[in-house]
């Protein structure tokens, strides 16, 4: 039986984003997020990131993963600490004066989740074009366009007037992928997209993740899949107790870890993979 294998494509309009590389994209000083007063999954985190970075995070469930991309999204707020976006004041958090969230930054972000998030009443040009008219006020003409370009590169033209419910998983999630893409991000988040998917429902989302990377979207990445993870990232990092507690080249991480909670990670997720 033939396997379906990761391909990434050479790069081609219309992922490709505007935005210069280098510099500091993102900045995380000091981030505390907790649920109550038990569940702290943010403690005083630190990050860095570049405009040409796809940072994959690993690490153990309750680790702040998928808290750091809702955060970052702007779906859920922090105690304290601050984070810059494209060298700006983003999102800050204690008892600071002024909006805890800066929305015209908001906008420059996309976000796919586990589960689709599509509109179930809405065909799949419906919920392509919902955002891009009502946010950026482009003519439905325009939008509808814009949507068939995007589509046609995911393999998905045919399915422009189709419903969720008439998709497959992996479907969902490309046409999910399409739907961020349309409000033409500066960075695309990424929980767990695949974790939910059959096998060959997965390569079909790593590979339309590929292209992006082809083409230097910026991109964070929360997954278990190790083997994506080192095709992808160009830096890894590895979270534990809320906390970063490693990062560096998949190479690295993955080959030589310095840290022991690293490795005792790794050995048990990679011999399960």
């Known amino acids: 039986m033939n396997t379906p294998r990761l391909v990434a494509a050479q790069p ?44 994959v995070i690993i690490g153990p469930s309750g680790s702040g993963k998928s808290s750091l991309l809702r955060v970052l999204m702007g779906l859920e707020g922090i105690q304290g600490g601050s984070i810059a976006f494209q060298g700006k004041p983003y999102i800050s958090g204690g008892q600071r004066r002024g909006k805890p969230l800066d929305e015209s930054l908001r906008t420059q972000i996309g976000m796919v989740f586990q589960h689709y998030t599509l509109f179930p009443h809405l065909s799949v040009l419906g919920n392509l074009i919902l955002a891009p ?3 950026h006020g482009l003519s439905r003409a325009a939008a ?21 419910s008439q998709l497959s998983g992996g479907q969902k999630q490309r046409v999910a992928i399409a739907r961020a893409l349309m409000l033409e991000p500066k960075l695309m988040l990424f929980d767990e997209v695949t974790s939910a998917l059959d096998p060959e ?39 534990a107790n809320g906390r970063v507690v490693e990062q560096g080249p998949p190479e690295q991480i993955f080959s030589q870890p310095r840290e022991a909670r690293t490795r005792e990670f790794l050995e048990k997720v990679v011999h399960l993979d």
């Open 12 to 55: 081609q309009a219309p992922f490709a984003p505007d935005s210069a590389t280098g510099g500091d994209f993102i900045q995380l000083r000091g981030v505390c997020k907790a649920y109550g007063e038990q569940l702290v999954v943010m403690d005083n985190m630190d990050l860095d990131m570049r405009a040409d970075d796809r940072l």
């Open 133 to 135: 008219c009502k946010v």
């Open 144 to 164: 509808t366009e814009k949507a068939r370009a995007y589509l046609a590169r995911l393999g998905l033209e045919s399915k422009l007037h189709a419903y969720p």
């Open 201 to 239: 429902m997965v390569i079909e989302v790593q590979n339309v993740m590929l292209q992006l990377a082809e083409q230097k979207m910026a991109m964070i990445i929360v997954t278990h899949d190790m083997h994506f993870a080192r095709h992808i990232a160009t830096r890894v990092v590895f979270c």
